[in-house]
């Protein structure tokens, strides 16, 4: 069975950075794009970034570009995101997703963890 499990949340201070890692489980996930996605309160969940399965390539919303970093180390099977000058607006839950067919940031994923809690506030 597939799991996708996410951790490094927390609160930091407006201008601060976190790191976020997200580990899938049950399967073999070094051929397959991995995201991450974010969900405010009250707002719909949005893209924030996705890295190709062979690590070179990746994509960003404008909202986190030179600010966010996604990286994956696929021997350990894992995805980070770098999360630097840490805005009040980047508030969310955040949740690591992995498709099965890649269709472009926004298309359809399969997997899904259960998002941790990033929080920026002074």
């Known amino acids: 069975q597939v799991q996708v499990v996410e951790s490094g949340g927390g609160l930091v201070q407006p201008g601060g950075s976190l790191r976020l890692s997200c580990i899938p489980s049950?399967?073999?996930?070094?051929?397959?794009?991995m995201a991450w996605f974010r969900q405010a309160p009250g707002k719909e969940r949005e893209f924030v970034a996705v890295v190709m399965f062979n690590g070179f390539g990746a994509e960003y919303a404008d909202s986190v570009k030179a600010r966010f970093t996604i990286s994956r180390e696929s021997a350990q099977n894992t995805v980070y995101l770098q999360m630097n000058n840490l805005e009040p607006g980047d508030t969310a839950v955040y949740y690591c997703?992995?498709?099965?067919?890649?269709?472009?940031?926004?298309?359809?994923?399969?997997?899904w963890g259960q998002g941790t809690q990033v929080t920026v506030s002074s």
């Open positions: 049950g399967h073999t996930f070094s051929n397959y794009a």
């Open positions: 997703a992995v498709p099965i067919t890649y269709s472009g940031p926004t298309g359809r994923y399969d997997y």
